[in-house]
């Protein structure tokens, strides 16, 4: 199988700057030669990520976590290290071979997932297959009524299910388990056995960021008390808190419009594709969750939010809006006052209404002063002061200087409350910038004891000469600490084909997890030199050969006290007054120094 070779991979990790990719998934602030951002590995709410442009690393000082560009983009948006690469690559403007890529996600394909797909794949083409058929005549000119064309059924791979258990007797004979079936949630075991769940529906498929099908959203075409609309139930490879509909599709339309319209549903994207958007997604009418901010923010794309314009639209817009203000996403709101959803625009006013309404958007204080203007009474003074604390907090996150100062004047006007000062008090950076440093100090100078601080002495010194690791290779050879001795030896063969140390790419080469902590530790250590200090090292060598002597001391005190023979255990007594000796004799030298 074709790979991609180490000389691609440095060269990528090469020309990438790791703060230019970095801030393509959060804002950072430069604090002396190196670059802060909350981190996004933990819930954090004081900058605790440094970046390192000189070594090309990030570390946070709270959770651990850390690495080089590569192992940002691999963890921040959970893909394999190889999409990882190519991510970089596609940011660096470093092309590269796409059918390496395809072929190692065919070989990594989760082997209990690949199944459930393949349920739902056919599942698609069983009910695509239905809405052909004569039977789904009536089915299909509802589509049609409600402005569905056959292009738009056929990008969305709409279809239709029929009554009774047809699904469950066509998967049942392509081989699929009942085991299989019922885990991809397409049909459930009731009392008479196995049944479909989405009999008499049409059938949206719901696809996870790769195209995969994961699930569906089944619309009944029946008047009465059945639900509307019911979803894939919760699933191993269907998690709805986890997933946008359409996602897959917008990040390819995202080429040629920079705009992405979040909505409700799937009908709200069909109507957007209606009139030619196809950058639409929908939150399929769950609460929006901090995961599916985070895939928005991938998108690097302003969010048009334009959910329903009723009470419970506006409701959804107002908590999005918290969330996706909070977590740094940048977000305008169509001003939608029709009180009607994408699809019944359309249908009362047209296709160009929904065009236009599309283009007026307003900014989140705008919806705020608005929404909130109609949530509190403001002839009411208690109102009034939780309405002025409520706004206050939200203008205080703006990133822009001009908006928030405007908005505090106007939030003056209203209520008559000068909120800048109480807020201005609690100044975020000044906060933040406390904290990240008490932080990294706890973490990075904590106190070590005597063989910990040899070792680290001893690797930090390696890391910025070879002289000091041919030294070590000469002189020692060996480390007390397991990890310590691991990392040695992994820089004395970095520098078998290098003549300089390069953190970024060693980090690449290391497996072990904890081998890669102590690396970015050890990179980071404050106490470290920044060049080659040949008596520091001389002194750091020699502690952990007395240390070494100390232990084998240590060892024959227990055979001595052990033994009976007097002549064993006059032997046994020599060799540790040699010892003895020898250690006296480093002290000295140590002293001499």
Known sequence: MARLSEDQINEIRARADIVDIISHYVPLTRKGKNYVCTCPFHDDHDPSLTISPDKQIFKCFVCGTGGNVFTFVQKYEQISFLEAVYKVAQYTGIPLDESILRQNQRVEADPKKTPLYKVNQDTIEFTQYQLSTSS???????????????????????????????????????????????????CAVG?????????????????????????????TTKQGNEAKYINTAQTSIYEKGQLIFNYHRAKAALRERKRVFLTEGAMDVIAFAKVGIHSAIATLGTACTKEQI??????????????????????????????????LLPFEIVDNQLGLDPDEIIAAYGKEELLKMSEKTISWVEFLFTYLSQTYNLENYSQRKEFALELAEQIALLPNEFERQSAFVRLQE???????????????????????????????????DGATSAQYTILSQMLVSKSASNRFRDELGFLIDDACKKLAYYIMDFYRNHAEMDVAALLDVIKEEQVKKLLLEISEWELARESYDSALLSDALNRIRMLLLDEQIRKLNEEIANVSDAAVKAKLGDEKNALIRKKGGMREWRQDK
Do not use: W
Not at 140 to 148: A, N
Not at 194 to 199: G, L, M, Q, V
């Open 294 to 327: 985070k895939a928005m923010k991938l998108l690097r794309s302003t969010i048009i939010v334009c959910y329903d314009g009723d009470r419970a639209g506006r409701q959804a817009t107002y908590k999005f809006g918290k969330l996706a203000l909070a977590n």
């Open 191 to 219: 009392a008479n056995g196995i049944h479909d769940i989405f009999s008499d529906r049409i059938m949206i498929p719901i696809h996870d960021a790769y195209g995969n099908p994961v699930g569906f959203t089944a619309r």
């Open 414 to 448: 209203i209520t008559g409350f000068d909120m800048r000062s109480s807020v201005e008090s609690k100044s975020a950076p000044k906060r933040f910038m406390k904290n990240e440093k008490s932080v990294r100090n706890a973490f990075l100078a904590r106190p070590k």
């Open 136 to 186: 789904a005549a009536s089915i299909k000119q509802y589509l049609y009524q409600r402005g569905v064309s056959d292009e738009i059924i056929k990008l969305f791979e709409i279809g239709y299910h029929p009554e009774g258990n047809a699904l469950y007797k066509f998967l049942h004979a392509k081989k699929h388990s009942d085991e299989n079936l019922i885990a991809a949630g397409v």
